[in-house]
């Protein structure tokens, strides 16, 4: 049996979440640790899934960052799957998506975009171009 105080992948998958919230909101580590009373390193260790964020903390984190608690585990059940137990585990061979600055940076533009059909045709771009990526590496293999 796994110790319950280790960090699990949906701690990993909140922690991500904290990042990007953090990065839309435009506050440092150091900016948001004063808000909830941390340091920046301990924002860091949430944030890289190194530590568990307790439910107390994530409330505190909620309210200061304006958005629901559940607005952390957005996303989750798409990289994990409930197991037997009820528990959600890592699927096999899935993983959280790495939350890059780079990655932040184009979700952050991507939602200043107003007009829905230049948005829809950008996510259309960028999906063929994974897709043409995609093919490319397994032709490579």
């Keep these: 049996m796994a110790d319950n105080k280790l960090p699990s992948g949906i701690d990993r998958v909140v922690g991500q979440r904290i990042r990007w919230r953090r990065k839309e909101l435009k506050l440092t580590q150091e900016k948001l640790g004063d808000l909830l009373g941390l340091t920046f390193q301990q ?4 944030e890289k899934g190194v530590n568990r964020v307790s439910a107390g903390r994530l409330f505190e984190m909620s309210s200061a960052m304006g958005v629901p608690i559940t607005y952390f585990f957005d996303g989750a ?7 037997d137990s009820g528990v959600a ?10 939350m890059t600055s780079e990655v932040l940076d184009l979700i952050a533009a991507f939602q200043k975009i107003e007009d829905h059909s230049l948005r829809k045709s950008l996510l259309a771009t960028v999906q063929a171009a994974a897709t043409a990526f995609e093919g490319k590496q397994q032709d490579e293999d």
Excluded: L, M, R
């Design 43 to 46: 924002v860091q260790k949430y």
């Design 89 to 98: 585990e890592d699927s096999e061979g899935v993983h959280a998506p790495v």
């Design 77 to 83: 059940e798409t990289f994990f799957a409930k197991g």
